[in-house]
């Protein structure tokens, strides 16, 4: 299937290759301990990226302004690949993106030429000013006010005071976004560096992401002109921000995919070689099916929500935030297995994990990140619940039977019936707590949007194994497994999904009423028998991810 939408394949596997070449120059492993070790932001690399020659920031930008006109699947695939050079990179060229979001979708046509413009002709560096000392997941509770400034009767500028905490280029940016409450509510300004009463704060002493510069920033009587209020319009801040999160979630999943399998990779190439108990830790199954394949399986899982979501939004359903619930499952997953994926990796490194110079110990701390920035992990799992509750509402139930049917055309080999009898189990779980008016506990209510994302993510996985069994995977999509591979992947994902869902929306429907009635309702027995096969499809796994061929003990 040809992508249309965004670059063309060419030029983005030229993109990605170029960026690998000036990663292995700029960045070798030794540098990025040091600047770790340090706590020091590259600048001049972060310069370099968004320079003429490389352009990693044309990607995001429009062709009419002076971009390349990337889509979300490019997007995608950029920045994972960033990541897995380093995420605190990654992070410092995606603030740039990130802070000229509310420009993109809300600015006027010739504040987006000016802005835009400049990030595509000069790299300027941008950063996003939302987060407050007290006001994090809840925006709502900011306090950064801009007061109007009248020549005759005429709002000629604004004045803006308050703080911003955790700004990624807090302290090297030139241009920010800065969220502040205008008269008619939240407003994005645009605030050059030099500012008179702008400064940023020294870096934060950071866990990871030591090669992100981050800081808070303090806006005392800054005067902007109205022309840098976005859209020239107050009041539609919230709205900006919010209509770019299924894009914007799909980006930092990205993140949270590239980091995981880094350091999953590191682990395979680690194993080959060491020799324990008289053979390579890559032949011990009772390693490589804790630590490696159940998180290679995971990761792909999360791809696959990823590359629909991105697909999707490329043909143009992500506007004014129509797929933000997709956008929060595709971020839930993937930066959740990336970082289980990160610990696995330490743990497989053994002792030699613990210690810095294998890199997994630094990528673990750098793609704990994801988790947090962008919308925190228990945020997302209210978002997902909430909109999926209401689908489960709205349609008596209908909408998870209508999914689980759906995949009853997915190919029993690509487990087409076992994500179906994950979905479906999903149905009965929603349908106890509707009944048991159990979403009332907002752990019940969160636990919901956990086995939401696990169910969808089993189907979306289904569907992209089929996919490439037809030979109709998008030519963008990444092409790691063949497509026997994958679908042995998909069965022992959705062979996981299926029991989670079960046994874990049993638990919880238990521990908040008696349970009974879901338990009957559940079909725990097909469930069970769905099992039938697990271990020889993570051998297969083990085999495709190892390269051997598929008779492993
Ligand atoms: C390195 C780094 C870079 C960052 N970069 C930027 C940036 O460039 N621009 C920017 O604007 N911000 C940035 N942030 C801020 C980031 O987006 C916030 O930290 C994040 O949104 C969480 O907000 P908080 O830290 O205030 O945590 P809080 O919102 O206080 O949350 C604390 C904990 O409570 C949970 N929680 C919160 N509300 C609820 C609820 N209603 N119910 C149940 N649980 C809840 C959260 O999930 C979390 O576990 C950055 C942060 C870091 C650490």
């Known amino acids: 299937m040809t992508t249309t939408v965004g670059l063309d394949r060419d030029t983005l596997e030229m993109m990605l290759s170029s960026l690998d070449e000036f990663v292995a120059e700029t960045l070798p492993d030794q540098r990025r301990l040091d600047l770790d070790h340090e706590d020091v932001c590259p600048e001049d690399t972060v310069r370099e990226m968004c320079s003429e020659e490389l352009g990693v920031q044309l990607v995001f930008v429009p062709e009419e302004y002076g971009g390349l006109g990337g889509g979300a699947f490019d997007s995608y695939r950029v920045c994972e690949r960033l990541a897995r050079a380093d ?300 909109d999926r509750w209401q689908q489960h509402l709205k349609t008596s139930g209908a909408y998870y039977r209508d999914a689980a049917r759906g995949l009853a055309g997915v190919p029993d080999e690509c487990a087409g019936p076992t994500a179906a009898l994950a979905v479906e189990c999903l149905a009965a779980v929603l349908e106890a707590c509707r009944t048991g008016r159990l979403t009332r506990n907002q752990h019940v209510l969160l636990r919901l949007g956990e086995l939401v994302t696990w169910a969808e993510c089993a189907g979306a996985l289904a569907r992209r194994a089929a996919a490439a069994a037809a030979g109709t995977l998008p030519d963008k999509a990444d092409k790691r497994f063949r497509p026997t591979a994958l679908a042995a992947v998909s069965r022992v994902f959705a062979r996981e999904a299926a029991h989670k869902v079960a046994e874990e929306g049993l638990r919880w429907v238990a521990g908040a009423s008696s349970g009974a009635d879901l338990a009957a309702a559940l079909p725990l027995d097909r469930v069970r028998a769905a099992q039938s096969g697990l271990l020889a499809d993570m051998n297969q796994v083990a085999d495709a991810l190892y390269r051997r061929e598929a008779t492993s003990s």
């Open 87 to 386: 995420i605190g990179v990654a992070t410092s060229v995606f603030a740039t993106f990130l802070g000229s979001d509310p420009i993109l979708v809300g600015a006027t046509d010739e504040q987006r030429k000016e802005w835009l413009g400049r990030i595509a002709e000069q790299g300027i560096i941008f950063a996003y000013g939302a987060t407050e000392p007290e006001a994090g997941s809840d925006l709502g509770a900011m306090t950064t006010t801009a007061h109007p400034v009248e020549t005759d009767g005429e709002v000629t500028a604004y004045r803006i005071n308050g703080r911003k905490q955790w700004i990624s280029n807090g302290s090297i940016a030139d241009v920010y976004s800065i969220l502040a409450l205008a008269p008619n509510g939240p407003s994005w300004f645009v605030v050059e560096k030099g500012t008179p009463g702008f400064s940023a704060a020294p870096p934060e002493d950071k866990h990871g992401i030591r090669l992100s510069n981050t800081a808070a920033l303090f806006l005392d009587d800054v005067v902007v002109p109205a022309e840098n209020l976005v859209g020239r319009e107050e009041g539609r801040g919230l709205v900006q921000a919010q209509q770019v999160f299924g894009y914007t979630r799909v980006m930092v999943g990205a993140f949270g995919l590239g980091g995981g399998w880094e350091a999953l990779d590191r682990a395979i190439a680690y194993s080959e070689n060491r020799i324990q108990g008289g053979a390579p830790l890559s032949t011990k199954q009772g390693y490589t099916h804790k630590l490696i394949v159940p998180h290679a399986v995971r990761l792909e899982a999360a791809r696959a929500f990823l590359e629909e979501t991105a697909t999707r939004i490329d043909a143009g359903e992500g506007g004014g935030g129509a797929l933000n619930t997709e956008g929060a499952i595709a971020k839930l997953f993937a930066t959740e297995s990336g970082n289980a994926a990160a610990e696995a990796a330490i743990q497989a490194h053994g002792g030699y994990g613990y210690t810095r110079p294998y890199l997994v110990e630094k990528i673990k701390r750098d793609v704990r990140i994801t988790t947090i920035y962008e919308g925190t992990s228990e945020i997302l799992e209210m978002t997902i619940a909430r």
